[in-house]
């Protein structure tokens, strides 16, 4: 199941300088969609069974796990991961795990969705790495308990069938359920250590809550929108354009190199479903040197719809929140935003409410989701 073969079986011991540099990843096709158990989204690692020598709190922390060969405590050497103890079996004349002995973690997603692929980093985990994993998964709505979740009456299914996994490297796998989840599973048998776990796939947003609400970000990752392509991703992806609250820093924007022709830099965005957009924002905080000079954002209906301007092209001020309403509501599945002539927004944000037509398709794939 691993993407690459030669992931499986331990990496070198640790020789000094980069920890990197023999790390063993790859270009995974699915590390483009959304990562599902993203801290930012509202993810968390709510239970393990075991987590003695690194926190299970670590399995979601944004970027690479850090490696300092100095550092321990006093439980041992100090991991950037969930690490477990060593497993033993129930008798000197039999001190080996049993076979289905295994650890586990449970982790509540930051939004429903449908998995596409999952990756779980040994990263400088090289002699203690699980030999296999396995991955579960379930939908419960509302905010059950860990209890709830591992009461007989919740139906879990596999994701990912136990595998044998690398150490020091980025094992990926392929999922193929079509099934709306909430939480996830992570096994490791029968026991050792994970730096990142990256769980990539598509939002599949409670319709109820949507309609609750009325008006909504209806670009919003958390509600489903996505980032479809984008002319340029030089310093930052696309897709932090649409996450959650506003930028904390540069880098948690999108910034596009320095232009030297006469052209321009663009996004185009999928909505959560046909929406009726009345007013949008368009933020450059902390990009104060580098902001986009003027903005434009259009919208089209459908996958062959013509793209609508629906704010002309507008000058943009460094580290501001630009808030339009517009004159008229805009009707569409899609969004554009175009920068000019290139630098950066933070966020981009389109306010408006589901069309019967909308709603009406999420109802449909929800029901077709329901496993």
Do not use: C
């Amino acid at each position: 199941m691993t993407a690459i073969e030669t992931f499986t079986g331990d990496a070198s011991p640790y020789g000094g300088g980069d920890p990197y540099a023999d790390y063993r990843t790859a270009d995974f096709p699915f590390t483009h969609l959304a990562d599902l158990a993203d801290r930012r989204l509202g993810a968390g690692v709510i239970a393990a069974n075991d987590e003695f020598f690194a926190q299970r709190e670590n399995l979601l922390l944004p970027g690479r796990a850090v490696f300092d060969p100095e550092r321990f405590g006093h439980k041992g050497k100090i991991m950037d991961g969930w690490e477990t103890r060593r497993r033993r079996g129930a008798s000197a004349d039999h001190p080996w795990p049993a076979d289905d002995d295994h650890d586990w973690a449970l982790i509540r997603l930051g939004t429903p969705g449908v998995v596409r692929g999952v990756v779980v980093d040994t990263a400088h985990f090289r002699g203690n790495y699980p030999q296999a994993v396995s991955v579960e998964g379930t939908a419960v709505d509302g905010s059950p308990s860990p209890a709830e979740l591992l009461s007989g009456d919740v139906k879990w299914t596999t994701l990912v069938p136990r595998t044998r996994i690398g150490g020091h490297a980025a094992n990926g796998f392929a999922v193929t359920a079509e099934q709306r989840f909430t939480h996830l599973r992570l096994n490791q048998h029968p026991d050792g250590g994970i730096a990142r776990l990256r769980v990539h796939g598509e939002v599949v947003p409670d319709l109820a809550w949507l309609t609750a609400l009325g008006t909504f970000d209806v670009v919003a990752l958390e509600n489903g929108g996505r980032v479809e392509d984008a002319s340029d991703r030089f310093y930052s992806p696309a897709a932090n354009t649409i996450r959650p609250g506003r930028s904390q820093k540069m880098d948690d924007g999108w910034e596009t190199r320095r232009r030297r022709d006469h052209g321009h830099d663009w996004i185009t965005y999928r909505l959560v479903a046909q929406a009726r957009i009345r007013a949008l924002e368009i933020d450059t905080a902390y990009l104060k040197g580098n902001a986009a000079g003027w903005a434009s954002v259009s919208v089209r209906d459908g996958e062959d719809g013509d793209w609508r301007e629906v704010l002309p092209r507008t000058r943009l001020q460094p580290d501001t929140n630009h808030r339009f309403v517009l004159p008229d509501p805009a009707v569409g599945t899609h969004a554009r935003v175009d920068i000019h002539p290139d630098g950066g927004i933070s966020r981009l944000r389109l306010f408006g409410s589901l069309t019967d037509q909308g709603t009406s398709a999420l109802e449909a794939r929800r029901q077709e989701l329901a496993g």
